[in-house]
């Protein structure tokens, strides 16, 4: 396949790029990736695909007509993944962004959420835990993410979408942003879908947990994932819910960023402010 693919949702991680990528997915003239991650630029070797042919296999339409797209969050995990804007700028520089952002706070609070889900956080050490790891923090700085892709990109091939947008008017929301990808909008394509309903919702007990910790998962198959987790998963009666001073303190640490992304997008950003 020689057509290279038209546009990325960069992320940011927890802020509903899932469930963008399937509406998206659910346009007649729209393919994302299966899988829908496959995180192919940050060239680490996470990625199965070694070339831009193996990439290229995550798509099935080789419909000029049909634009390819793909949705992996890692690509706006600056700065532990360096080299990721200049990997996709060198393999399409007419490739269109979308960064999908939400209040940053709970941003990282869903992102701990997703990590106790998974096994690899306790809800005891959350608040020390997000101290101690910074990419909690660097994944919702987004004015420091989207900077490494206006370096390499013009304005016009960038989009910042709010999932406050998306919450507060579906359609208006999905039909400015295929505006934005030369897209007529389906009509009768479903919109409701929430794919990341239930993510936060269980999480893995000891048994689960020791597999994960010890990466044994990562070496089954996706259907064998799926099965595991729902034999070791345990019920969580409620999400993880920072403190107002925990929140306040998440902020002060963000605010410098939130006021450049404020200038970057030209949008208030005062109802981020704790």
């Excluded at 893995?204 to 020791?210: A, D």
Aim: charge should be positive; hydrophobic fraction near 35%.
């Amino acid at each position: 396949m020689s057509k290279k693919v038209d546009f990325i949702v960069i992320g940011a991680m927890k802020s509903g790029t899932t469930t963008l990528a399937e509406i998206l997915n659910n346009q007649k003239s729209i393919e994302i990736s299966n899988p829908k991650e496959p995180m192919y630029f940050l060239k680490n070797g996470i990625c199965s695909a070694n070339t831009d042919l193996e990439y290229h296999n995550f798509w099935k339409n080789e419909n000029e007509k049909v634009l390819m797209g793909e949705a992996s969050t890692m690509y706006s995990g600056y700065p532990e993944y360096k080299g990721v804007a200049e990997n996709i700028y060198k393999y399409n520089p007419d490739v269109k962004i979308v960064f999908l952002v939400r209040n940053p706070v709970d941003r990282i609070e869903s992102h701990y959420a997703y990590r106790l889900s998974r096994g690899v956080s306790t809800k005891d050490s959350m608040e020390n835990e997000i101290r101690n790891d910074s990419r909690f923090v660097e994944r919702s700085q987004y004015y420091m993410q989207i900077s490494q892709y206006d370096k390499l990109f013009p304005k016009n091939q960038i989009k910042i979408v709010f999932f406050e947008d998306f919450l507060e008017n579906k359609i208006e929301f999905i039909s400015d942003l295929l505006q934005f990808l030369n897209v007529d909008f389906s009509k009768n394509s479903d919109i409701d879908v929430w794919a990341n309903k239930s993510t936060d919702t269980r999480r893995l007990n000891k048994s689960g947990k020791k597999l994960t910790k010890l990466g044994l998962h990562e070496l089954l198959p996706s259907f064998a994932k799926s099965l595991l987790k729902r034999i070791f998963a345990v019920s969580i009666s409620e999400k993880p819910k920072f403190t107002n001073s925990f929140r306040k303190e998440l902020f002060a640490s963000l605010e410098e960023d939130v006021m450049k992304f404020q200038d970057r997008t030209k949008r208030d950003l005062t109802s981020w402010r704790v």
